[in-house]
């Protein structure tokens, strides 16, 4: 018998998954397949959808969530009060609220997907320590550290935090006017606008609205608040078999109906 005929005959090739995207592929991914990859295209497009901006973290409203896992809305669009049960999800958020004008897509939620959720995700393991036992937390230099950055974020994340931030930066911008009208009539070139104002709505219309968002994790991540929230006691008040952080940093009054 030949070595031919002793060798098995050769096997189909078997797909493998892709550990880029999960997606099955003959061979697996390159850079290349990667970046043609309907998988990879879609993931990359929905990793920037982060557009439903929570200004009380959802992790947070859950504490208050009755046996349907619901909250009571209190809200007054008009002159009458309604109220409704809703998901956490559902409730104190507003779309693209932290969104940055002005600049590519891609980049556009950064607040968001780099500093207010991550806020947030290390907030909710301090809480669950902070709940599991008060002593744990008060020898938890990280955790203390990450809930006293979540408290920060709560004076200042609020929509009318938001637009309060972009009345100081209007404000600023119209005190610092008058010498920027004199600097830009001195060094206005024959085909620039004729004024400064209308430069910048030609140039850059939403200068504004980047510089508060540019700002806003700046503000709120405060090394000297920081510090001193840190070094607070940590208070746990029981409730009906549920526990809550006190925080005399921002009052807040959520109100939860029966159940």
């Known amino acids: 018998m030949s070595d031919d005929d002793a060798m098995p005959p050769a096997s189909p090739p078997r797909a493998m998954v892709c550990g880029f995207c999960g997606h099955p592929y003959i061979r697996p991914c390159t850079a290349e397949t990667e970046a043609a990859c309907p998988n990879m295209i879609w993931l990359r497009g929905a990793a920037q959808q982060s557009t439903r901006h929570h200004y009380i973290p959802q992790f947070y409203l859950r504490r208050w969530a009755g046996d349907d896992d619901k909250i009571c809305e209190f809200s007054r669009p008009h002159k009458n009060i309604h109220r409704q049960r809703v998901y956490p999800i559902q409730t104190?958020?507003?779309?693209?609220?932290?969104?940055?004008?002005?600049?590519?897509?891609?980049?556009?939620?950064?607040?968001?997907?780099?500093?207010?959720?991550?806020?947030?995700?290390?907030?909710?393991?301090?809480?669950?320590?902070?709940?599991?036992?008060?002593?744990?937390?008060?020898?938890?230099?990280?955790?203390?550290?990450?809930?006293?950055?979540?408290?920060?974020?709560?004076?200042?994340?609020?929509?009318?935090?938001?637009?309060?931030?972009?009345?100081?930066?209007?404000?600023?911008?119209?005190l610092d006017l008058p010498s920027l009208r004199e600097k830009y009539a001195a060094n206005r070139k024959p085909d620039d606008p004729?004024?400064?104002?209308?430069?910048?709505?030609?140039?850059?219309?939403?200068?504004?609205?980047?510089?508060?968002?540019?700002?806003?994790?700046?503000?709120?991540?405060?090394?000297?608040?920081?510090?001193?929230?840190?070094?607070?006691?940590?208070?746990?008040?029981?409730?009906?078999?549920?526990?809550?952080?006190?925080?005399?940093?921002?009052?807040?009054?959520?109100?939860?109906?029966?159940?």
């Open 194 to 259: 004729e004024t400064i104002e209308e430069f910048i709505e030609k140039r850059d219309p939403e200068y504004i609205g980047r510089w508060v968002m540019n700002g806003l994790p700046e503000l709120t991540h405060h090394e000297g608040i920081g510090q001193l929230l840190n070094a607070m006691r940590v208070v746990r008040r029981g409730d009906a078999g549920r526990c809550a952080a006190v925080s005399h940093v921002r009052q807040a009054t959520l109100h939860v109906e029966d159940v």
């Open 92 to 174: 104190a958020f507003k779309d693209r609220l932290y969104e940055k004008p002005g600049v590519p897509k891609s980049i556009a939620q950064q607040v968001e997907d780099k500093f207010m959720s991550p806020v947030d995700n290390f907030a909710a393991k301090a809480l669950d320590v902070i709940e599991a036992g008060v002593e744990k937390v008060r020898n938890d230099a990280e955790r203390r550290s990450a809930w006293s950055l979540f408290l920060m974020s709560l004076m200042m994340r609020m929509p009318e935090d938001v637009a309060a931030l972009a009345q100081i930066e209007e404000d600023q911008w119209k």
